[in-house]
């Protein structure tokens, strides 16, 4: 066997676009009535029947996934992720192209898929494990460390129908990752439960990842992605745009995604024309919690400027002022006549906060008059995810910064 | 995985029904006591000197049985959806499990009609011993029409609605609250091109002991089963990858 565990080459897949009623290709579906009408149609009408409009969900995709490689595909909604994890685990056909697996697939596309609402916990793993390729000895050799994973104990003869949502979640995603497929697929399931259970899923599929097995997981959780899979595929429109090193790939997709820093127009204060407003990693296209970060703002002086100076605030997402610095506690800048330009800025080591929206706020001076002048409304900018935390998503809890931490 | 879906489609199909396993029972008797009011009382239809009830009942279970199995398997693919939209099996499996659970409240109103035929002192014949056979030829043609009505289902919603229609109407096709002595011996090989007709009537004769077999319209049933049955599992097959993006 070649050490290749999936090999597409050329693949796509369309959809029909409805083309009378119904918006949404994936729905529709034919009534015999609009076939009798379309044939009677066809039958009198001269000429080509006109082609229905395609969708392409996918389209010219080609890559190679090796045996044991982690791959994260990364990309918007729409981006033909799920569409491609489909096509890959047999789900569909596409409709170009080919695709070949080798080795034994287990796809994980929902969380529950096939569980029934008036069985119970018990009988739920029983029939899961087996929709989702399971041997039935295989399951009764993993059932008890399914229901520890689970964490349902006493209720794992209640019917399901009777558990909480977190409970559901917990035990189908318990029977999913127990599967031991070749290759495992995985769309968008991380995102269950608390965190000590987000953790324990992580760990679980690092972990299955490290005994050598094929992963393809897609993820709007940049931090999981980053933290489980080495390399990653970003999909736009149904195409392959970037493959390469994870972080490399989700930086540069992350930045894509993400709106300008920048101002687009210059705005003025009473003593100064602020040209241009910049926030940016020296790590990368986009910041990360911890990465060196630099503050860049360009002025014109307007008038005489004895001693400009600069103050910079960082806002939280609610505008609640998290930090701020000045720049006279740590330097003189030389006094400026009118129109000649100048940069000021700061650089931060480690830049603490977490991910998620900000707002740099900044004020220029002139410090000799002590009169501070807002350059403007904040500027809005994004810290992306990165797996501070192990790579769970980041929440209320975390609060604005990060820590290097560790349990002990 | 076959063995699991029969299992759910069965321990599901009872849960929260105060009668539970009783409906198994209930349906065949009270339809073959309203058939033996209606048609054995009142309309007088000849039942080959059987005792019209259990003459009625013994044509209702396999009858049952095949309308039952029909329906479900016709259905199995709509309701799968989120099963064959997310994980990847061969669909046969689905009408497959539909057809077999049908079985077990066969089997339960089966200990019905032994009760039944006790009860009018009758015995069977040696014939009894195709029975087995008989079964497997209800099943096969509840899965020939399930095939094809559940694929062309996915395709066509409109089988949705056809559905009972075609069981009712077919049930006046098939010799069950009447004989198939009623149709005249030229006509009777016609008659077999319903398969059911040819089922239901070789499972009276091989479980009351009629006086004959009903040879040419039995043969000619089976003729018509394994075409359909090749027919439905090449169509389905055919089908078969465009399921996940139609249904």
Same mark, same amino acid.
């Given at each position: 066997?070649?050490?290749?565990?999936?090999?597409?080459? #050329?693949? #796509?897949?369309?959809?029909?676009?409805?083309?009378?009623?119904?918006? $949404?290709?994936?729905?529709?579906?034919?009534?015999?009535?609009?076939? +009798?009408?379309?044939?009677?149609?066809?039958?009198?009408?001269? #000429?080509?029947?006109?082609?229905?409009?395609?969708?392409?969900?996918?389209?010219?995709?080609?890559?190679?996934?090796?045996?044991?490689?982690?791959?994260?595909?990364?990309?918007?909604?729409?981006?033909?992720?799920?569409?491609?994890?489909?096509?890959?685990?047999?789900?569909?056909?596409?409709?170009?192209?080919?695709?070949?697996?080798?080795?034994?697939?287990?796809?994980?596309?929902?969380? #529950?898929?096939?569980?029934?609402?008036?069985?119970?916990?018990?009988?739920?793993? +029983?029939?899961?494990?087996?929709?989702?390729?399971?041997?039935?000895?295989?399951?009764?050799?993993?059932?008890?460390?399914?229901?520890?994973?689970?964490?349902?104990?006493?209720?794992?003869?209640?019917?399901?129908?009777?558990?909480?949502?977190?409970?559901?979640?917990?035990?189908?995603?318990?029977?999913?990752?127990?599967?031991?497929?070749?290759?495992?697929?995985?769309?968008?399931?991380?995102?269950?439960?608390?965190?000590?259970?987000?953790?324990?899923?992580?760990?679980?599929?690092?972990?299955?990842?490290?005994?050598?097995?094929?992963?393809?997981?897609?993820?709007?959780?940049?931090?999981?992605?980053?933290?489980?899979? /080495?390399?990653?595929?970003?999909?736009?429109?149904?195409?392959?745009?970037?493959?390469?090193?994870?972080?490399?790939?989700?930086? /540069?997709?992350?930045?894509?995604?993400?709106?300008?820093?920048?101002?687009? /127009?210059?705005?003025?204060?009473?003593?100064?024309?602020?040209?241009?407003?910049?926030?940016?990693?020296?790590?990368?296209?986009?910041?990360?919690?911890?990465?060196?970060?630099?503050?860049?703002?360009?002025?014109?002086?307007?008038?005489?400027?004895?001693?400009?100076?600069?103050?910079?605030?960082?806002?939280?997402?609610?505008?609640?002022?998290?930090?701020?610095? $000045?720049?006279?506690?740590?330097?003189?800048?030389?006094?400026?006549?009118?129109?000649?330009?100048?940069?000021?800025?700061?650089?931060?080591?480690?830049?603490?906060?977490?991910?998620?929206?900000?707002?740099?706020?900044?004020?220029?001076?002139?410090?000799?008059?002590?009169?501070?002048?807002?350059?403007?409304?904040?500027?809005?900018?994004?810290?992306?995810?990165?797996?501070?935390?192990?790579?769970?998503?980041?929440?209320?809890?975390?609060?604005?910064?990060?820590?290097?931490?560790?349990?002990? | 995985?076959?063995?699991?879906?029969?299992?759910?489609?069965?321990?599901?199909?009872?849960? /929260?029904?105060?009668?539970?396993?009783?409906?198994?029972? +209930?349906?065949?008797?009270?339809?073959?006591?309203?058939?033996?009011?209606?048609?054995?009382?009142?309309?007088?239809?000849?039942?080959?000197?059987?005792?019209?009830?259990?003459?009625?009942?013994?044509?209702?279970?396999?009858?049952?049985?095949?309308?039952?199995?029909?329906?479900?398997?016709?259905?199995?693919?709509?309701?799968?959806?989120?099963?064959?939209?997310?994980?990847?099996?061969?669909?046969?499996?689905?009408?497959?499990?539909?057809?077999?659970?049908?079985?077990?409240?066969?089997?339960?109103?089966?200990?019905?009609?032994?009760?039944?035929?006790?009860?009018?002192?009758?015995?069977?014949?040696?014939?009894?011993?195709?029975?087995?056979?008989?079964?497997?030829?209800?099943?096969?043609?509840?899965?020939?029409?399930?095939?094809?009505?559940?694929?062309?289902?996915?395709?066509?919603?409109?089988?949705?609605?056809?559905?009972?229609?075609?069981?009712?109407?077919?049930?006046?096709?098939?010799?069950?609250?009447?004989?198939?002595?009623?149709?005249?011996?030229?006509?009777?090989?016609?008659?077999?091109?319903?398969?059911?007709?040819?089922?239901?009537?070789?499972?009276?004769?091989?479980?009351?002991?009629?006086?004959?077999?009903?040879?040419?319209?039995?043969?000619?049933?089976?003729?018509?089963?394994?075409?359909?049955?090749?027919?439905?599992?090449?169509?389905?097959?055919?089908?078969?990858?465009?399921?996940? $993006?139609?249904?």
């Amino acid at each position: 066997m070649s050490d290749v565990a999936i090999r597409l080459d #050329g693949l #796509g897949k369309a959809y029909r676009i409805a083309d009378r009623n119904n918006a $949404d290709p994936r729905i529709r579906y034919g009534s015999l009535r609009d076939s +009798l009408a379309g044939a009677f149609r066809g039958l009198f009408a001269r #000429g080509p029947k006109p082609s229905d409009e395609l969708f392409w969900a996918l389209r010219d995709i080609s890559c190679e996934v090796k045996h044991g490689e982690i791959i994260g595909i990364i990309g918007r909604n729409g981006a033909g992720k799920s569409t491609l994890l489909k096509v890959v685990s047999r789900i569909t056909e596409p409709t170009e192209g080919r695709g070949e697996v080798h080795g034994r697939i287990g796809s994980l596309l929902e969380v #529950g898929t096939g569980f029934h609402p008036e069985l119970t916990g018990r009988e739920n793993i +029983l029939l899961n494990g087996t929709i989702l390729g399971m041997k039935r000895a295989e399951i009764m050799r993993k059932f008890d460390e399914i229901v520890a994973f689970a964490e349902i104990g006493q209720f794992l003869d209640t019917p399901v129908k009777r558990y909480s949502s977190g409970m559901f979640m917990r035990l189908a995603f318990a029977v999913a990752v127990h599967l031991e497929p070749e290759i495992l697929v995985v769309d968008e399931v991380l995102a269950v439960g608390d965190a000590e259970f987000q953790r324990k899923c992580l760990n679980k599929l690092q972990e299955i990842g490290g005994h050598g097995r094929t992963i393809l997981l897609v993820s709007h959780n940049m931090a999981a992605i980053r933290a489980i899979c /080495q390399r990653g595929i970003v999909l736009d429109h149904g195409r392959i745009v970037a493959e390469g090193k994870v972080h490399t790939v989700a930086d /540069q997709y992350l930045a894509g995604a993400l709106g300008t820093d920048n101002l687009d /127009q210059a705005i003025e204060t009473e003593n100064f024309i602020v040209n241009n407003i910049s926030i940016r990693s020296l790590d990368g296209p986009v910041i990360k919690t911890f990465d060196p970060v630099e503050i860049l703002v360009d002025v014109t002086a307007k008038t005489d400027v004895q001693d400009p100076g600069l103050r910079a605030g960082i806002l939280a997402a609610d505008h609640h002022r998290v930090a701020g610095m $000045d720049s006279k506690d740590f330097k003189t800048y030389a006094a400026l006549r009118p129109g000649e330009r100048s940069i000021m800025g700061f650089h931060i080591d480690r830049f603490p906060f977490l991910p998620g929206t900000w707002h740099l706020d900044i004020q220029v001076c002139d410090v000799a008059e002590f009169e501070y002048e807002p350059a403007g409304q904040p500027v809005r900018f994004d810290v992306v995810e990165t797996p501070i935390y192990g790579g769970r998503q980041i929440q209320n809890l975390h609060g604005y910064v990060g820590l290097s931490a560790r349990a002990i | 995985m076959l063995y699991f879906l029969v299992w759910r489609d069965i321990k599901v199909r009872y849960k /929260q029904t105060a009668l539970g396993a009783a409906w198994a029972i +209930l349906q065949p008797l009270l339809t073959m006591v309203a058939f033996s009011i209606f048609f054995g009382r009142l309309a007088k239809v000849p039942s080959d000197g059987i005792p019209y009830p259990v003459f009625s009942f013994a044509a209702l279970l396999p009858w049952q049985l095949f309308a039952y199995a029909m329906t479900e398997a016709s259905n199995s693919l709509i309701g799968s959806q989120n099963l064959i939209s997310k994980v990847y099996f061969p669909r046969l499996i689905i009408p497959i499990a539909a057809v077999l659970g049908g079985l077990v409240d066969f089997g339960i109103s089966f200990a019905v009609l032994l009760v039944l035929m006790v009860a009018y002192g009758i015995t069977p014949t040696i014939a009894v011993v195709t029975i087995p056979l008989f079964i497997v030829l209800v099943v096969a043609t509840a899965l020939a029409v399930g095939l094809w009505l559940s694929a062309l289902n996915v395709k066509y919603r409109d089988v949705r609605y056809t559905i009972p229609f075609l069981t009712q109407f077919w049930l006046f096709l098939t010799p069950v609250a009447y004989s198939s002595s009623l149709i005249s011996p030229k006509w009777r090989v016609v008659y077999g091109l319903n398969p059911m007709a040819g089922v239901v009537e070789g499972f009276r004769w091989a479980l009351l002991g009629k006086k004959e077999a009903p040879g040419p319209m039995l043969a000619v049933s089976v003729l018509i089963v394994i075409v359909l049955l090749i027919g439905g599992v090449y169509y389905f097959r055919r089908l078969e990858a465009t399921f996940a $993006d139609r249904i």
